[in-house]
């Protein structure tokens, strides 16, 4: 391209000076040659200038690709630094509740508390968790509520969750600390162990899609110096899909707690346990061998979830008043805003039938020796907000009495997660 420009521009000049110009021959062939040799020299510039532009080019294309390469190396080392995000994550809940309790021959009571549980789990590995929490209350095994007022005075924190768990082969697990109780019990029956309560020691179990067993020690107390005591749990059970939209789930657990002739093992209180006096100290009166049966019929009934729920529990140490039962029925399922759902459900349980210290510590106002009615519901405001109240119509009665007490408690709630 510059080669006819450069030929154009010559020969307007040429042409400039006039065609009718007479020019001599070997000052022409000299001409000539001068414009031959300019014209080659011009083709040498013209290469020479592409391979610089070539050079030039590939000279900003491998600056560019070294910045860019930095800067993802500098992401890279960042992300690593950062991953640590990924495997850590929080959950927890919190709850503000009205309560009012009527029982008969006792002055009536109001008050209002909360409950905050956070935690805290690391993904260490593909195979190990471990875990962290906190929550409010006293150091009861069965309560993390914290009663509002004292003159604003600070409110106890307690750990709540320390544990590590090994997951060695898929759907098997052991876990070691203080954890959440793995045992299965049906729609959150509280039967034979309060939804509060830690199992604290080792647990090992194993499920699939149809069976699954669980296995745990839970230490009353492990140091030698003192009284050496635990809490054996053994449970098997399967699920079973009855057709579409229908699963039975049916399980069968034995607990064993020898504490036949040891004094309280919390707050000096057997709490409906039959005690009697060994050398002028008050101590329980059976051990405790338990045998528990439960099942869970969940389907869909008017498009919602329906589960129909059976808990039984029999101590084959004790004499008398040894048998517990609880049976119920909940309509609907609360996972999201609008959700909402009911639950009404009968229990009666002997004042020998389980360990009192680990049973539900409201019904009945808490431990064995009780009966009655329990109706709750909740609502979904949004995903992890809801409100709530339960309702408990109950009987207490006085070990080996049978002197009926009337007990009424109300709850009202409203709670959060996350």
């Not at 899909?241 to 607990?255: P, R, S, V």
């Amino acid at each position: 391209m510059k080669k006819s420009v450069f030929a154009a521009s010559v020969f307007g000049i040429i042409g400039s000076t006039g065609v009718n110009a007479q020019v001599p021959q070997a000052e022409w062939e000299q001409f000539k040659a001068q414009f031959e040799a300019m014209s080659a020299r011009v083709d040498a510039l013209e290469i020479e200038n592409q391979q610089l532009r070539a050079v030039s080019k590939n000279a900003v294309i491998m600056e560019d690709l070294a910045i860019t390469n930095a800067e993802v190396g500098s992401l890279r080392d960042k992300t690593h630094k950062m991953s640590w995000s990924e495997k850590i994550k929080w959950k927890g809940d919190y709850r503000f509740r009205y309560e009012a309790i009527d029982r008969e021959d006792t002055d009536d009571r109001e008050r209002w508390r909360i409950r905050a549980r956070p935690a805290l789990m690391a993904k260490i590995s593909d195979t190990t968790e471990v875990g962290f929490g906190l929550a409010t209350g006293s150091n009861s095994p069965v309560s993390s509520n914290q009663t509002l007022g004292d003159g604003s005075a600070s409110k106890d924190i307690n750990l709540d969750l320390a544990y590590a768990t090994w997951r060695p082969i898929e759907g098997a697990y052991v876990t070691g600390g203080i954890f959440a109780n793995p045992y299965y019990i049906p729609e959150k029956s509280q039967l034979v162990f309060d939804g509060d309560f830690r199992q604290e020691g080792l647990a090992v179990g194993w499920a699939n899609d149809m069976f699954f067993a669980n296995a745990l020690y839970n230490f009353i107390e492990s140091d030698s110096k003192k009284s050496e005591s635990g809490i054996l749990v053994a449970q098997i059970g399967a699920n079973f899909q009855l057709f579409e939209g229908a699963t039975l789930t049916a399980a069968a657990g034995y607990i064993d707690i020898p504490l036949k002739g040891d004094s309280a093992i919390y707050d000096d209180n057997f709490y409906g346990n039959s005690s009697v006096l060994d050398n002028g100290v008050e101590v329980y009166a059976y051990d405790y061998k338990l045998y528990n049966a439960s099942i869970a019929l969940d389907l869909i009934a008017f498009d919602m979830p329906l589960g129909l729920f059976v808990d039984y529990v029999k101590n084959s140490e004790a004499d008398e008043f040894d048998t517990g039962y609880l049976a119920g029925i909940l309509l609907g399922n609360i996972k999201k805003k609008g959700d909402w759902q009911v639950q009404y459900q009968y229990e009666n349980l002997d004042a020998n039938a389980t360990l009192g210290l680990i049973t539900d510590s409201d019904f009945a106002g808490g431990g064995t020796d009780g009966k009655g009615s329990t109706f709750s519901a909740k609502y979904a405001v949004d995903d992890k907000w809801y409100v709530g109240s339960t309702y408990y119509f109950n009987n207490t009665a006085g070990v080996e009495l049978g002197d009926d007490a009337s007990y009424e408690r109300i709850q009202l709630d409203t709670g959060f997660k996350y």
